[in-house]
């Protein structure tokens, strides 16, 4: 029971690191499409990935999984997990009428869970 509780407290802390992470992402993002319109929503991307990566890093470090872990492997996972948003925000753009920011927001938002589980197994065991 008890390891069950600690792996509840650690998802709830990953989530809570992860929101964060993914609001600066869309903050980062909102600011970048105000002040450069026409920037491609992938450019815009990347750079609101970078941003939101340091939040991520620090925050899972210091307090989701109190440890140093592997950054190389967080590094990896995180990048996949950028992949996997970019894929998402191309089919968004090609296949319907969301663009801009809209379609950021949504893509960014449905890769977490897998986030997590890569992160607790592999780059934080």
């Known amino acids: ?14 989530g809570g690191v992860g929101v964060l992470a993914t609001l600066v ?12 319109t026409s920037l491609s929503p992938f450019l815009t991307n990347v750079l609101a990935f970078l941003v939101a990566f340091q939040v991520s890093l620090w925050g899972h470090r210091r307090f989701t999984f109190r440890r140093r872990g592997r950054s190389g492997r967080f590094l990896l996972i ?6 996997a948003n970019n894929g998402i925000l191309a089919s968004l753009l090609a296949t319907t009428s969301i663009s801009g920011l809209p ?13 997590f589980a890569a992160a607790r197994l592999w780059a934080f065991a």
């Open 1 to 14: 029971m008890r390891r069950w509780t600690e792996e509840l407290t650690t998802l709830m802390r990953f």
């Open 103 to 115: 379609a950021v927001t949504i893509s960014t938002l449905l890769v977490p869970l897998a986030m």
């Open 25 to 36: 992402h869309i903050a980062v993002a909102a600011a970048v499409f105000s002040f450069w």
């Open 78 to 83: 995180a990048l996949t997990g950028f992949i």
